[in-house]
């Protein structure tokens, strides 16, 4: 592990990265249906999930929004393998998403299931106008929309990602993909396995 001190400073820098968006689906109207301190017992057992499998995997914890989490590996500090490490975050949520489903069903008489996006490339890492340490660019915007279009259950990947991890990970071509935002359709694959 590293040590030493690091300087969190204005500005930022560009850097190679992986981004995972990762959201409930139907979260709303199971939001709706529920007494409030279930639904902070769901979303609470959710976050711990996601969070675990994010910092076992040695990525960044950037941010929750509302029901989604996001997640930034090769930063701040360097880390091997990174692009693989982000897809096993969401290897490891997708499974450990059954056992919750069932665990909630139990308790709520409701499941829940998520859709998770992952996305690599350069983004702008660090602090523009305060000290909040964030992702920020089309790297970012890409993960967050392929997570958007994940069906519940489901981890959609960028061809870049898929380039990168060809051989290592089982993969299904989803195809061409609108997403907000982009110019060009984004050729899109779904993570059926991962080694």
Same mark, same amino acid.
């Given at each position: 592990?590293?040590?030493?001190? #690091?300087?969190?400073?204005?500005?930022?820098?560009?850097?190679?990265?992986? !981004?995972?968006?990762?959201? &409930?689906?139907?979260?709303?109207?199971?939001?709706?249906?529920?007494?409030?301190?279930? %639904?902070? *017992? @769901?979303? +609470?057992?959710?976050?711990?999930?996601? *969070?675990?499998? @994010?910092? +076992?995997?040695?990525?960044?914890?950037? =941010?929750?929004?509302?029901?989604?989490?996001?997640?930034?590996?090769? $930063?701040? #500090?360097?880390?091997?393998?990174? &692009?693989? =490490?982000?897809? =096993?975050?969401?290897?490891?949520?997708?499974?450990?998403?059954? !056992?919750? *489903?069932?665990?909630?069903?139990?308790?709520?008489?409701?499941? %829940? *299931? #998520?859709? &998770?996006?992952?996305?690599?490339? %350069?983004? +702008?890492?660090?602090?523009?106008?305060?000290?909040?340490?964030?992702? @920020?660019?089309?790297? %970012? +915007?890409?993960? $967050?929309?392929?997570?958007?279009? $994940?069906?519940?259950?489901?981890?959609?990947?960028?061809?870049?990602?898929?380039?990168?991890?060809?051989?290592? &990970?089982?993969?299904?071509? !989803?195809?061409?993909?609108?997403? =907000?935002?982009?110019?060009?359709?984004?050729?899109?694959?779904?993570?059926?396995? @991962?080694?």
């Amino acid at each position: 592990e590293k040590e030493g001190n #690091f300087d969190l400073k204005l500005g930022g820098e560009k850097r190679k990265v992986a !981004v995972l968006f990762v959201d &409930i689906r139907g979260f709303t109207p199971l939001s709706e249906s529920l007494e409030p301190e279930q %639904v902070v *017992s @769901i979303l +609470n057992q959710y976050l711990d999930l996601t *969070s675990t499998s @994010i910092l +076992n995997n040695y990525g960044m914890l950037d =941010k929750f929004i509302g029901d989604a989490t996001m997640a930034v590996f090769n $930063a701040p #500090f360097d880390l091997d393998d990174y &692009i693989y =490490k982000a897809v =096993k975050a969401a290897a490891d949520m997708r499974a450990g998403a059954g !056992v919750l *489903s069932r665990k909630l069903a139990e308790q709520f008489g409701r499941s %829940v *299931s #998520f859709g &998770i996006g992952v996305n690599c490339g %350069v983004g +702008n890492i660090g602090s523009e106008f305060r000290m909040d340490y964030t992702a @920020i660019g089309d790297t %970012v +915007n890409t993960a $967050a929309r392929l997570e958007s279009r $994940a069906a519940a259950g489901e981890i959609l990947i960028s061809k870049a990602v898929h380039d990168a991890l060809e051989g290592r &990970i089982t993969t299904e071509e !989803v195809g061409q993909m609108e997403l =907000k935002g982009k110019a060009k359709a984004v050729t899109v694959y779904r993570v059926l396995e @991962i080694e």
